[in-house]
C-alpha cells in the first residue's frame, strides 16, 4: 500500500517558491525523524532538511535560510518551504520517513525544476 503520498512540485522561475508536502500512512508505526532529500541529475540523493518528532531540524548548508521544513504531528505531515529557489535547487525531491525502529520508508518522489 501507499504509504507516504507527495505532492507540490513543479516548474518555478529562479527567485520563486514552492511548498512541499508528504502526508505518511497511519500505518507506519512510531514516527520520528520526516524529512526531504534530493537528488538532482547524474548525482546522488542528498539531504535537504529534516525533522525530529521534538522539533529539532537540520539542513543542508547550500539551503539554510531559504528552506523552512515543519511538520505537523497529528497529521503525519512533514513539509517543506522553499524561498529563494535557485537553479541548482533543481531535482527530484524525496520525502523520508524513520520510525523507532530506524526503518525508513521513501515517497515516490516529486520533480522541482527552477529555470534561471
Known amino acids: 500500500q501507499v504509504q507516504l503520498v507527495e505532492s507540490g512540485g513543479g516548474l518555478v522561475q529562479a527567485g520563486g517558491s514552492l511548498r512541499l508536502s508528504c502526508a505518511a500512512s497511519?500505518?507506519?508505526?512510531?514516527?520520528?525523524?520526516m524529512g526531504w532529500y534530493r537528488q538532482g541529475p547524474g548525482s546522488q540523493r542528498d539531504l535537504v532538511a529534516s525533522i525530529r518528532s521534538g522539533g529539532s531540524t537540520v539542513y543542508a548548508d547550500s539551503v539554510k535560510g531559504r528552506f523552512t521544513i515543519s511538520r505537523d504531528n497529528a497529521k503525519n505531515t512533514v513539509y517543506l518551504q522553499m524561498n529563494s529557489l535557485k537553479p541548482e535547487d533543481t531535482g527530484v525531491y524525496y520525502c523520508?520517513?524513520?520510525?523507532?525502529?530506524?526503518?525508513?520508508?521513501w515517497g515516490q518522489g516529486t520533480q522541482v525544476t527552477v529555470s534561471s
Open positions: 523520508n520517513v524513520q520510525n523507532s525502529y530506524l526503518w525508513d520508508y
Open positions: 497511519r500505518s507506519i508505526y512510531g514516527i520520528n525523524v
